[in-house]
């Protein structure tokens, strides 16, 4: 595998980035990514991502406590490792056995035509250990749509951001989670109540912290004894 970033630079990334917005900036920040996000849940990332940022320190503050106290976790915030083509080696992800997990997640990335670099980096987080936190939470969004079973549909989306809404806190991840819903046709709406949204809740409770999985040192481990391991059963598509 590739070699992340020392220390100094993944400080320097976020300082580098860090932008001062005053009390006022912030307010419209907030507004206007809330009020974009609102309309388009699935469709504006670039504004989920502001007010992912703009909102929720003391969730992330809780984030960061909470890997703190788990030896996978307090490793990841050692190393601060990133999950994009810098720093992943995909050409050995494609070379694993099938049922590996980065095989899985090559395999999704690949048939959803989707990059790992298109995560941005955060901007308006003053901590750096936050900052990272937050990026943390935005680069392993993919690998929670693999582990769950779920598409990047606004079905999928929406079962993904209560899973993490319940897990983390972040009033973005619940705003999502509350009106994705609302871009759903009757038809899947109804499955989504019936099934998807029981389903998402309880795995949110039951599963292991998310945020304390180092993925990047089990790309060999099989999928299946991951899930068993984060005590989660995959989605399946109803009857």
């Not at 900052?131 to 943390?136: D, K, L, N, T």
């Not at 392993?140 to 899973?163: C, F, M």
């Not at 029981?198 to 991951?226: C, H, I, S």
């Amino acid at each position: 595998m590739k070699n992340n970033y020392s220390k100094s630079e993944k400080e320097s990334v976020y300082a580098l980035r860090y932008f001062q917005a005053s009390l006022f900036q912030k307010i419209l920040l907030t507004g206007g990514s809330a009020y974009m996000s609102l309309l388009h849940t699935t469709k504006r990332p670039d504004m989920m991502a502001v007010l992912g940022e703009v909102t929720g320190n003391k969730a992330r503050k809780k984030m960061y406590e909470e890997m703190l106290n788990d030896d996978e976790g307090l490793q990841i915030l050692r190393d601060q490792p990133r999950i994009n083509t810098s720093t992943t080696d995909f050409e050995a992800l494609s070379r694993m056995p099938s049922g590996t997990l980065g095989k899985v997640y090559l395999d999704f990335l690949q048939s959803h035509k989707i990059s790992p670099d298109k995560r941005p980096i955060v901007q308006f987080i003053e901590d750096p250990e936050l900052a990272y936190v937050m990026q943390r939470f935005r680069e392993i969004h993919d690998l929670i749509h693999v582990i769950l079973n779920v598409p990047t549909n606004i079905l999928g989306e929406v079962v993904v951001k209560w899973v993490e809404g319940i897990q983390t806190g972040l009033p973005v991840c619940l705003l999502a989670a509350v009106c994705g819903p609302l871009q759903l046709s009757p038809k899947a709406r109804k499955k989504y109540l019936n099934y998807y949204l029981p389903w998402a809740v309880q795995t949110g409770f039951e599963a292991r912290f998310l945020m304390n999985v180092y993925f990047e040192k089990r790309w060999d481990q099989k999928l299946e004894d991951l899930l068993k391991e984060l005590n989660i059963t995959p989605c399946e598509e109803p009857k």
